[in-house]
């Protein structure tokens, strides 16, 4: 058996969850993700993160998508590194995230998004005195 130990978050950029996950032979690799994990929460404190672990018989991605389809759309990712680098693109608000905000919010044409955009583009800078994007 071979135990999967898996951070889950959610990556607005990419529209998808993304995770760190690690596989192990044993329940003692645990001790190492749980290090790995609390250096990443303490990096990014203002985040949330979902922990699984789940046992399967092979040590493949897809093994973790038979035994539970709630992770079918999750890109997993296996470099502490490159799982920080998704996290900190994700950091970064831009006008395609403030767009499907307002989409996700209220029904409105082009146009009408636009002008939404603008206003709140004007209020950010009046509030902040910088631009949000």
Request: glycine share 4%; charged share 25%; with cysteine.
């Amino acid at each position: 058996m071979f135990h999967h130990f898996i951070l889950l978050q959610s990556n607005f950029s990419k529209g998808k969850r993304v995770a760190f996950h690690r596989v192990s032979d044993d329940i003692e690799g645990l001790k190492e993700f749980n290090q790995m994990t609390h250096d990443l929460k303490h990096g990014f404190n203002e985040l949330s993160f979902g922990f699984h672990h789940i046992k399967t018989s092979s040590q493949d991605w897809q093994s973790v998508i038979k035994y539970d389809p709630f992770f079918e759309d999750v890109i997993p990712i296996s470099s502490l590194s490159v799982f920080k680098k998704y996290l900190l693109d994700d950091e970064k608000v831009t006008v395609y995230d403030i767009a499907n905000l307002i989409v996700s919010r209220i029904e409105c044409t082009h146009l009408k998004l636009q002008k939404l955009l603008y206003l709140y583009y004007i209020e950010f800078i009046k509030k902040y005195d910088y631009p949000s994007f």
